[in-house]
């Protein structure tokens, strides 16, 4: 890829993490917000990670992986596992490069 279109793709998934860290950090002092829900976009682009990621609900303040997991990402051709080393805890999406998931709130009974 062009630097051009590399530079796009660090920022738009820079943007994506500011704002679903945002999102996280709202349920956290709503006080009413109990778990978070990985939530893709649900079309032919979401990868073969976060299809798999889609729905799964933790606990707030837990993590949906731990620095140092080892996420398959896909497959090649010839059906080797294309993996993926998580580098730091993550709280919430996104993923990878490009990812357009994001965190969905689980409220308690009022």
């Known amino acids: 890829p062009s630097h051009d279109t590399r530079a796009k793709a660090i920022a738009r998934t820079e943007t994506t993490n500011a704002s679903n860290a945002g999102i996280y950090e709202a349920y956290r002092?709503?006080?009413i917000v109990?778990?978070?829900q990985w939530f893709t976009a649900m079309d032919e682009r979401v990868c073969?990670?976060?299809n798999a990621m889609h729905g799964k609900t933790i606990e707030l303040?837990?993590?949906f992986f731990d620095a140092g997991d080892e996420v398959?990402?896909?497959?090649?051709?010839?059906g080797k596992a294309i993996r993926q080393t998580i580098e730091k805890?993550?709280?919430w999406p996104p993923l990878h490069v490009n990812c357009r998931c994001v965190p969905s709130a689980v409220t308690k009974e009022i």
């Open 29 to 31: 002092q709503s006080g």
């Open 34 to 36: 109990t778990e978070v």
């Open 48 to 50: 073969y990670a976060c």
């Open 61 to 63: 303040d837990a993590t």
């Open 72 to 78: 398959t990402m896909g497959y090649t051709k010839e």
């Open 89 to 91: 805890d993550m709280y």
